[in-house]
């Protein structure tokens, strides 16, 4: 028995370990994903399980499934509890593996943007704030159990989790991918979900926000056009809008986005099939 349990806990994690000790249970839930510092985690227990991460309920679908992230950079394991619903449970704690992060510098970007004219705080702060608000939504829909498509072609120009540093200045790290490609070209949605904004934006420009259930949502900056409004349900695969290179932009690009409520993950560690070639 303490056999088949190494067995089921390597094939998790490298780094998991029980919190409890008791190597000769067997588990009987399980966490996926790429298990990375910045990284979406999903997880299957039984029907009728109570959740919980670092002590804290999360939410669980009807036929157990759940999802939590990885913080960036997120040092310490999390430790996930689950209540079996005829008694008993197990836990175990799941540490993420580190990521080395580079150091990114983007010149020629208009300087209204880097450091924006103070007139403009106040509508920047607005903005943040909607964001903030719009990515707390705990809604019950669990459209991100699927898996996420690339939501368009392109080169990839950015990656998750840069150090930027943004015509000589500073900035927040870069917690997106970027996919260069020309005007115009179709933005498809990465798997179904609820939009939750749809608005121009000052940094941000052209920008939708989706919702796809559990506090799990994707970002779409840049774009030239929107083509879906807030409120509005949306499938897999279904145009949503056009790159472009509204706000804080060199060149025409998708900011591609995602996140588990405030915690900033990186979707390319979600898709379930290899990038597509750039146009
Ligand atoms: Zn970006």
Redesign the pocket.
């Given at each position: 028995m303490i056999r088949r349990r190494f067995v089921i806990g390597a094939s998790l994690s490298f780094a998991a370990s029980s919190a409890w000790g008791q190597a000769d249970k067997p588990l009987r839930f399980s966490v996926g994903g790429a298990l990375t510092q910045g990284s979406l985690a999903t997880g299957q227990a039984p029907p009728g399980s109570l959740v919980a991460l670092d002590g804290r309920p999360l939410q669980v679908t009807a036929d157990g499934r759940f999802a939590f992230g990885f913080a960036p950079d997120q040092a310490k394991a999390a430790l996930i509890t689950v209540r079996y619903p005829e008694g008993g449970g197990d836990s175990k704690s799941f540490s993420p593996t580190p990521r080395q992060y580079e150091i990114q510098r983007v010149n020629g970007l208009p300087q209204k943007t880097v450091t924006p004219p103070p007139e403009v705080a106040a509508r920047i702060a607005r903005e943040a704030e909607a964001i903030y608000l719009a990515r707390l939504t705990q809604s019950n829909g669990a459209d991100f159990l699927s898996g996420f498509d690339w939501p368009a072609p392109g080169i990839e120009s950015?990656i998750f989790g840069s150090q930027r540093i943004d015509n000589g200045v500073p900035v927040s790290p870069?917690y997106?991918v970027?996919m260069a490609a020309p005007v115009g070209t179709p933005i498809l949605a990465p798997a179904d979900g609820v939009v939750s904004i749809s608005d121009d934006y000052y940094l941000d420009g052209g920008l939708t926000l989706i919702d796809h259930g559990q506090g799990v949502s994707t970002a779409y900056?840049h774009q030239s056009k929107r083509l879906v409004k807030a409120g509005e349900s949306v499938k897999r695969g279904q145009r949503i809008g056009l790159i472009g290179a509204t706000g804080r932009a060199t060149g025409p690009?998708l900011?591609w986005a995602m996140t588990w409520f405030q915690v900033r993950l990186d979707p390319s560690l979600s898709t379930r099939k290899p990038k597509p070639d750039p146009l």
């Open positions: 950015g870069h997106g970027d900056l690009h900011h």
